[in-house]
T-cell receptor, first 113, second 111 residues
Framework: EPEVTQTPSHQVTQMGQEVILRCVPI?????FYWYRQILGQKVEFLVS????????KSEIFDDQFSVERPDGSNFTLKIRSTKLEDSAMYFC???????????FGPGTRLTVL | EDQVTQSPEALRLQEGESSSLNCSYT??????LFWYRQDPGKGPEFLFT???AGEEKEKERLKATLTKKESFLHITAPKPEDSATYLC????????????FGAGTRLFVKA
């Protein structure tokens, strides 16, 4: 069964460093998403991406964040200068039609020291 | 502002004791409502997608229903392996493909 994969599973970084989180969505899906979940809190939408463009972003997704689909299979989230409060689980998701079911990856746990 | 509220926050059941979880939503035109299961440290696992009031979907011991203001996830004769956090999420017709999650209901099923 097709699934969304994410690497790395755990990333530890120093405050102020840049990190890139990687995702491989389900191969025939067209819509891609990033979410974050701070420990013990709800899943929060960051950004949706379609046709090589951001289609929607939340207030959390400020200038420190960027997304890219560098090739036909990967989807990345870059955080330019990490802060302590960026520590969270980051989930990638993909869907075929945008309004249909989103399938989530296992997540990357980001720890900022 | 679009909002999703889930209740109760936590629910403790005995094995075999059926119950329901509630998801109340306020959105400017519902495009879709999603139920997910999340185990600790894992990504949300898809359960159901509902699009219109009156729609119902079932899978094993779970049944999801949708009205114009809320959705219920009914759990019939739960087993300990059903213990998890159940998440409800909504997507509105406006706002691109932004999906808003509720805080979840933590379900504990005791043998």
């Amino acid at each position: 069964e097709p699934e969304v994969t994410q690497t790395p599973s755990h990333q530890v970084t120093q405050m102020g460093q840049e990190v890139i989180l990687r995702c491989v969505p389900i191969s025939n899906h067209l819509y891609f998403y990033w979410y974050r979940q701070i420990l013990g809190q709800k899943v929060e939408f960051l950004v949706s991406f379609y046709n090589n463009e951001i289609s929607e972003k939340s207030e959390i997704f400020d200038d420190q964040f960027s997304v890219e689909r560098p090739d036909g299979s990967n989807f990345t989230l870059k955080i330019r200068s990490t802060k302590l409060e960026d520590s969270a689980m980051y989930f990638c998701a993909s869907s075929l039609l945008g309004y249909d079911t989103q399938y989530f990856g296992p997540g990357t746990r980001l720890t900022v020291l | 502002e679009d909002q999703v509220t889930q209740s109760p926050e936590a629910l403790r059941l005995q094995e075999g004791e059926s119950s329901s979880l509630n998801c109340s939503y306020t959105v400017s035109g519902l495009r879709g409502l999603f139920w997910y299961r999340q185990d600790p440290g894992k990504g949300p696992e898809f359960l159901f997608t509902l699009y219109s009031a009156g729609e119902e979907k079932e899978k094993e011991r779970l049944k999801a229903t949708l009205t114009k203001k809320e959705s219920f996830l009914h759990i019939t004769a739960p087993k300990p392996e059903d213990s998890a956090t159940y998440l409800c999420a909504v997507q509105a017709h406006t706002g691109g493909f932004k999906t808003i999650f509720g805080a979840g209901t933590r379900l504990f099923v005791k043998a």
